[in-house]
């Protein structure tokens, strides 16, 4: 297994894995407090700019992060071409592996989640898999411009402890509308000023990407923490 410093952290806090598999991994110095798997969303590779800011705020905040690749988005690595996300069930059933052969892999607290697309899928697999904790940044409650049409029906049910971090403005789930929402009351919603789907804020709210992004990574360590010692 190869490993390699991760930008902007110092190594003795972030050591970066690159697993056979073809996974990221960022693992603290010392024992971690929980581990999260975190899938892409649905545009973007495992290490885009905003899944490596999350993933280094996320291991110094005492988290282990790991990071997989969806197969349609391996693929455009491997010849560049860009293709749609698989069918869910394909998405679904992916997930399912990456969760089983990590369970074997790790002691201790294992939470999934995911940006936009990839914290939907986790979200429908969640009380499945019986994970210990949901975390879902950017969660697509509705696609672009049909708030009327919500992807909400499971998150009714959902009994898993999930911790949603949404930005206050984001085009597909933005405050005012997912307030009227009936959702589970498993889910705990955390709001960024004026964020938008990547969770970044408006210049004139006072707030910047990097707090904002680092904000989510406080919250969720304090929320999967939480749910650690209350196991």
């Not at 690159?18 to 590779?45: F, K, M, N, V």
């Not at 280094?56 to 996300?85: H, I, S, T, W």
């Not at 914290?119 to 975390?135: H, I, K, P, T």
Request: proline share 6%; aromatic share 6%.
């Amino acid at each position: 297994m190869s490993k390699a410093r991760e930008a902007g952290i110092d190594g003795d806090q972030y050591v970066r894995e690159q697993s056979p598999e073809g996974w990221l991994w960022g693992r603290p110095r010392g024992e971690p407090r929980a581990t999260l798997i975190l899938a892409h969303g649905a545009g973007a590779p495992m290490d885009s700019e905003f899944m490596q800011h999350m993933a280094q705020n996320l291991v110094a905040c005492g988290v282990a992060l790991l990071r997989f690749e969806f197969a349609y988005m391996a693929a455009r690595r491997q010849d560049g071409k860009k293709r749609p996300p698989n069918p869910q069930a394909q998405l679904l059933e992916q997930w399912r592996e990456v969760y089983h052969q990590v369970r074997q892999q790790v002691a201790g607290p294992l939470a999934i989640g995911g940006k936009s697309m990839g914290g939907r899928m986790a979200s429908l697999l969640a009380d499945e898999l019986n994970v210990d904790a949901l975390v879902c940044l950017g969660y697509p409650f509705y696609a672009v411009g049909k708030p009327e049409k919500p992807r909400v029906a499971h998150l009714a049910e959902l009994k898993t402890p999930t911790l949603i971090i949404q930005g206050e403005r984001d085009a597909l789930g933005n405050r005012q509308t997912v307030q009227g929402y009936a959702l589970s009351g498993a889910i705990k919603l955390h709001w960024l000023t004026a964020g938008d789907h990547d969770l970044k804020p408006l210049k004139s709210s006072g707030f910047t990407h990097s707090q904002h992004l680092l904000s989510a990574a406080e919250a969720i360590a304090a929320f999967i923490g939480r749910e650690q010692d209350a196991a």
